[in-house]
């Protein structure tokens, strides 16, 4: 693989960026003051880099100023399998809150972008690895119904490692419910709108993230199901260069499109206004 | 190994293979196929004998198969003689009519669909085959489908369902293929398509696990108004030596992982996550796959015989709110809205305070 993983594990902790006044940036090498690189949505001014954000920032640069209100933010797991490994899941549920600034791996709310009301999830890469438990499930399935009822698009910006082991089957299972969510959505002539951020892989991509009616993309985004990893050891090969950006998968036919983080607010207002919601 | 294309693995001949905890097992099931050997050889009478280990063989196993730990469950699961989706058909229906192809890409092996007639009911079976010998098992890629299976079984689902042919799902998959190929023709989107289409497929929908339930792969054609898992199946959101390889950072300790992960069956059912653990013959399904066979027959016929008392709307409207239900392993902290608690927001506490307001 190029540089870019390597990049981006470096930057897996903080998912902004290093901490400091400047930057290097983890794919040009390039030195960045901080200030510009948080005035330009978190992506490089030389190399056009997306680094990764957490959900309040993303939340803070989609929607029109003080407009988002969450809901359902209460929501917790109930560590159905009262798991633990080298250390229980209440201590990692514990710690990853902390390390996220949010109470789970996805936020959804309500919202207007450019005007335009909408019902949107954020996921949160800080939150053990935006994986999804019963809580990212409920959240999902929740924000669906909501579009549903209320009769306004639905918007996913999805970032996560997949389902979270930590719920066993209780993950696994949450894939079959917010697929079936997307599905009344689809039924009742909602609009769906996915936004892959870098990383959206395994349960999330293979549920709904993509069922997406549109399915846009943030540049250089690791978008699959199975880890790059386990592919290169199950086929003893090393990968094409590449393999599984976002721009792989629009070569692929599986985006619609790969939008800049600065566009995001007008390509989102765009869609939403040729589909007359 | 075997090299009989389908089970078929005659009472008491004792399995080639065998697990570790399985070996005082076998080396009774041994000298009792010697001992018979012998007798009609030299024509002398053991059945005293015979009959003697035959007792203690029933207790070994009766002792071993009531405590199996959730890893020597898997272990059974994916015992080389257990019965694999193409065993079922052949003991359990007549007339089975195999449709092939997704009509987009290819014919992917590693999943068979079909219709055929099964516990008195015409059905449209859909599974996953892992394949018996080596040659078959390269052939169906070891139950491992591409985007090609998923998008076949969905294919030949939606055709059953436009009928109101009740489909029957036979899961048995370590996962979906982890390859360069699956990716590039959008494995994903195949799996996230199919779960999303099967929760409303107008017609019954019943899934029985009945070897590997591994991950994405084995879901993507187990959404259904009616899961049932076999006694020595298993249903996993990852492998144990996936799962080990990861928290434990070392895939041997798999034995923990499956034990931290809840997958045997009955902890499967403890949390809602399916309806049924059918029952398997004493010493797992590969010693006796007509039995086994048999049980799955009465489970699907029941569940199919209740399912398709329901009107279609009604079916489908259980099966979304069975469906929005699943996995609820949440509890609501309050207070929720509006206002936040503060000690969660440790950082960017202004801009999204600004934003809410």
């Known amino acids: ?277 | 190994m075997s090299s009989e294309p389908t089970a078929g693995n005659p009472a008491g001949s004792p399995p080639t293979y065998v697990l570790e905890f399985e070996k005082p097992i076998a080396k009774m099931e041994q000298e009792i196929q010697r001992l018979e050997g012998l007798q009609g050889g030299s024509g002398r009478d053991y059945a005293d004998v015979i009959a003697g280990i035959r007792g203690q063989l029933q207790t070994a196993l009766r002792q071993s198969y009531a405590n199996l730990t959730p890893w020597e469950n898997v272990l059974v699961a994916r015992h080389p003689r257990r019965p694999l989706t193409r065993d079922y058909i052949h003991l359990l229906t007549k007339d089975f009519c195999e449709l092939h192809g997704d009509k987009l890409f290819g014919d992917d092996k590693a999943i068979v669909c079909g219709f055929a007639r099964m516990a008195g009911h015409r059905v449209m079976i859909i599974g996953h085959q892992k394949g018996r010998e080596t040659r078959e098992k390269i052939e169906v890629n070891f139950g491992c489908a591409h985007p090609e299976g998923y998008r076949k079984a969905i294919q030949k689902m939606q055709f059953a369902a436009k009928f109101r042919v009740p489909i029957v799902c036979l899961v048995d998959t370590p996962g979906a293929y982890p390859g360069v190929g699956a990716e590039e023709r959008g494995i994903s989107r195949a799996i996230a398509v199919s779960l999303m289409e099967m929760s409303r497929l107008p017609t019954p929908v019943v899934a029985v696990v009945i070897g590997e339930g591994g991950s994405g792969g084995a879901l993507g054609i187990a959404v259904a108004d009616q899961v049932a898992v076999m006694q020595h199946s298993y249903y996993s959101v990852i492998s144990p030596e996936g799962c080990a390889a990861i928290l434990w950072k070392s895939a041997e300790q798999a034995p923990r992982a499956a034990e931290a992960l809840r997958l045997a069956p009955q902890d499967l059912k403890r949390l809602e996550l399916i309806d049924a653990v059918i029952a398997e013959p004493l010493g797992g399904a590969h010693r006796d796959p007509e039995t086994a066979a048999k049980n799955v027959e009465a489970w699907v016929g029941k569940a199919l015989r209740d399912l398709r008392r329901l009107k279609t709307e009604t079916l489908l409207r259980r099966r979304a709110d069975r469906l929005r239900k699943l996995g609820s392993a949440f509890i609501e902290t309050p207070p929720t809205e509006p206002a936040p608690p503060a000690k969660v927001r440790t950082r960017r506490t202004r801009t999204a305070s600004a934003a809410r307001e």
């Open chain 1, 1 to 277: 693989m190029p540089d870019k993983p390597d990049a981006a594990s470096q930057v897996r902790r903080n998912v902004d960026v290093p901490e400091g006044l400047w930057i290097r940036c983890v794919q040009c090498g390039a030195m960045i003051y901080r200030r510009i690189l948080e005035e330009q949505l978190h992506v490089c001014p030389e190399c056009d880099y997306h680094y990764r954000m957490d959900a309040q920032s993303r939340i803070a640069q989609l929607n029109d100023p003080g407009t988002f209100e969450e809901f359902l933010r209460g929501l917790e797991s109930s560590d159905p399998l009262d798991f633990s490994d080298r250390i229980t899941y209440r201590e990692r549920l514990a710690q990853a809150k902390v390390q996220a600034g949010d109470s789970e791996a996805i936020v959804v709310g309500k919202g207007f972008i450019k005007g335009r009301p909408l019902i949107m999830g954020i996921m949160n890469p800080n939150f053990i690895m935006g994986s999804m438990g019963a809580v990212v499930g409920e959240k999902v399935a929740a924000a669906a119904e909501r579009a549903r009822n209320e009769s306004l698009p639905l918007l996913m910006v999805t970032c996560s490692g997949g389902a979270r082991m930590m719920e066993g089957m209780v993950s696994l299972a949450q894939m079959a419910k917010t697929s079936a969510a997307i599905a009344e959505l689809d039924a009742s002539g909602g609009l769906y709108i996915v936004v892959m951020t870098d990383p959206t892989t395994a349960g999330v991509a293979a549920s709904f993230a993509f069922l997406g009616d549109v399915t846009l993309a943030e540049p250089g985004a690791l978008i699959g199901f199975a880890g790059p990893r386990v592919i290169a050891n199950t086929i003893k090969a090393t990968l094409p260069e590449g393999f599984q950006r976002a721009e792989f998968m629009l070569e692929h036919g599986f985006i619609d499109r790969i939008v800049h983080r600065r566009d995001l607010r007008s390509e989102i207002a765009r869609i939403i206004d040729y589909c007359n919601k």
